[in-house]
Nanobody, 120 residues
Framework: QVQLVESGGGSVQAGGSLRLSCAAS????????MGWFRQAPGKEREFVAR????????SYADSVKGRFTISRDNAKNTVYLQMNSLKPEDTAVYYC?????????????WGQGTQVTVSS
């Protein structure tokens, strides 16, 4: 099994920054891809960013490109999401997820989520 624990959420004014962390434990060798998703009230969960743990490849949703950066520290089994120039529409619960293959398949493991609130 794999456990994912997010941290770093909070409240910030528009234009501010936050850094989210996702610490993985358990069978961490079983997955190569980690991603961040978010869900705003009344909306479906949406993809934010993902990273390939082995080689560091990344991809982003268009809505966050240029503002958010995903990174990883494999020695700590931790993935980060640096969020800059935050906007009120970034307000959501942010979830960390992991899956075995970067290019295909569903995310098998999910964290409990961390709230991000951006005020105007």
């Amino acid at each position: 099994q794999v456990q994912l624990v997010e941290s770093g959420g909070g409240s910030v004014q528009a234009g501010g920054s936050l850094r989210l962390s996702c610490a993985a434990s358990g069978r961490t060798f079983s997955f190569d891809a980690m991603g961040w998703f978010r869900q705003a009230p009344g909306k479906e969960r949406e993809f934010v960013a993902r990273i390939r743990r082995s080689i560091g490849s990344t991809s982003y949703a268009d809505s966050v490109k240029g503002r958010f950066t995903i990174s990883r520290d494999n020695a700590k089994n931790t993935v980060y999401l640096q969020m800059n120039s935050l906007k009120p529409e970034d307000t959501a619960v942010y979830y960390c997820a992991a899956k075995s293959d970067y290019t295909s398949g569903n995310y098998d493991y999910w964290g409990q989520g961390t709230q991000v609130t951006v005020s105007s």
